[in-house]
């Protein structure tokens, strides 16, 4: 297949993708998290068909992204109070609610739950894609399965070229990890994955957040994680990670010890002059933790085109932003953490 790029703001980019995703095609689109691989959510063969393209596994449920919050209604069921209050607050936003679901959405969509993943992207020329096409669109992260998720185009065109109908550049995403997805179906709400959206605004205007275990340690044999998708292993580099946690200056001085030379090493920016003989990859200062965000999955998918033999990689703290930063370094390592 001849797959179309579309450069986001050329004139007739909404208009086109719109009309593949309507006539049941596939569409990478930027987000202001990750990439999506894009289709129409209601069409069970267009689901099907992202399915097939990422190689994922069919339990692992697909986000429905919806152009205004209003469109909410239309999807879910005995939307609760607190449902409203977070669309106000943060969408279009990196949010995902989970919520009960209506019987519009086909049972391949929501991999036969029956709760619906729901986020507005805050991402103007995707929303207008959306808007345009009529339709809700389901849109899992767009790398194969397994990879990092997608952070620029050039990620969509090494995953899904000749895959897929089209891809939308619109250049680097903003924040760089995926929603924050906050399940509403449970008293109290329960964190799936932290993402986009810090935890600690949520609470603001959510009250009590349980933490899923998921999120925390990896899944145990036959154990289901509410989100499906957390069971898998993610977002792994072809060399085995270790994630070193404590101060910045700690596990710097530890990696400096470890390493042999052509070893991979992500690191905050003042940091990289330790490691001369390595293959380094900096995810911006040790302060700055929306660079950490932004930088995570392209600094993993930079090694595969490397031959380094293991990575290490300093892990940021795990308050906003760097506990979803966190979360990604430890499931691409496997959850192999060294605590300083
Ligand atoms: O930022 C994002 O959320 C990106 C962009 C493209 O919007 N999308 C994304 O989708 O990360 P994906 O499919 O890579 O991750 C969605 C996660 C999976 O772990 C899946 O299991 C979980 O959401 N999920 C989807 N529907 C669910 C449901 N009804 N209940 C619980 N978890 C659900
Ligand atoms: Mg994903």
Redesign the pocket.
Known sequence: MNTLFLPADAPNTVTVAAEIIRSGGLVA?P?E????LGANGLNEDAVRRIFEAKGRPQD????L?IAKAEQMEDFCEDVPRVAYDLADAFWPG?L?L?LK?KPIVPKRT??G?D???I?C?DHDVTRAIIAASGVPVA????NTSGRP?PTKASHMVEDMNGKIEAIVDGGSCGIGV??T?L?LTVTPPRL??P??MPVEKLAQIVGEIAVDDAVIRPMKEGEKP?????KYRHYAPKAPVTVLTGTGADTAAYIAEQVQPGDGVICFQEYAPMFPDCVVQPIGEEVDDLAHAQRVFDALRAFDGTDVPRIFAQCPPEQGLGLAVANRLKKAAGFHVIAL
Do not use: Q
């Open positions: 689109i987000t998290t990750v990439y999506g692992n449920p697909l986000i992204h990196p995902t989970v679901c929501t991999a739950l709760t619906v993943a986020r992207p849109a899992p992260s767009g998720s995926e929603s997805i399940d799936l994955r993402g986009g509410r989100a499906p998708g957390m």
